[in-house]
Structure formats: C-alpha cells, structure tokens
C-alpha cells in the first residue's frame, strides 16, 4: 500500500501560482496512475488533473485547462501540480491520489483511486 503526502500548499493572490508536490512512500510513484483532486467547503470533491503511469497521457478539467500542468519525476518519486493564474475560486484543500497498480491509465472519477494523500491547503486571495 502507498502513502501520499501532499505539500506546496499555502496562501497566494489572485494572478499568482504555486506548485503542489506528491510524493509517495513504500512503493515508487511509477507504479501507479495518479490524480489531482479538490474539495471546497460544503462542496464535493472534484477532478482537477490526471497522469497516466507513463506519464503520456494527461487529462484535465475544463476549468483547470490552460492554467495547470500536472507532472510526473518518477526518479523523483514525486508527482507535480503546477498551478498559474489562481483564481479565488481555486481555493480549496488539493489532494493526491493513486490508482491501483493493475492500471496503467488515470481517469477523472474519485472513485477510481485507491490511495489518498492528507491534503494540502492552498487560498487564494482576491
């Protein structure tokens, strides 16, 4: 079983950007496709951004399109979510996600990912 841990969270203004690391724990991230999710207060958790385990394949939402840029260093164990032009409607807890290791593909469904990281906060500021 992987362990995720979320970090690059933090307060930023409007028009500004910040990049988000995962990195896992136990097994490398190569193994596994990996997602980006979000969850507002009193909302449900959305898609943002997805990689396939080869990283050849990326998918985003609409809303996202243009503006992030998810990543993967598998030498670095780490999977990236590069986060430009922040809107205060971007304000929410970021969190990691994986898939289990019989997939090579993402998807956008939370219910496709078996592991979650914790989180991370990012508010953007208007």
């Known amino acids: 079983q992987v362990q995720l841990v979320e970090s690059g969270g933090g307060l930023v203004q409007a028009g500004g950007s910040l990049r988000l690391s995962c990195a896992a724990s136990?097994?490398?991230?190569?193994?596994?496709?990996m997602g980006w999710f979000r969850q507002a207060p009193g909302k449900e958790r959305e898609f943002v951004a997805a990689i396939s385990r080869s990283g050849g394949t990326t998918y985003y939402a609409d809303s996202m399109k243009g503006r992030f840029t998810i990543s993967r260093d598998n030498a670095k164990n780490t999977v990236y979510l590069q986060m430009n032009s922040l809107k205060s409607e971007d304000t929410a807890v970021y969190y990691c996600?994986?898939?289990?290791?019989?997939?090579?593909?993402?998807?956008?469904?939370?219910?496709?990912?078996?592991?979650w990281g914790q989180g991370t906060q990012v508010t953007v500021s208007s």
């Open positions: 136990e097994r490398t991230v190569s193994s596994y496709a």
């Open positions: 996600a994986a898939r289990g290791t019989r997939w090579y593909s993402a998807t956008t469904s939370v219910n496709d990912y078996a592991y």
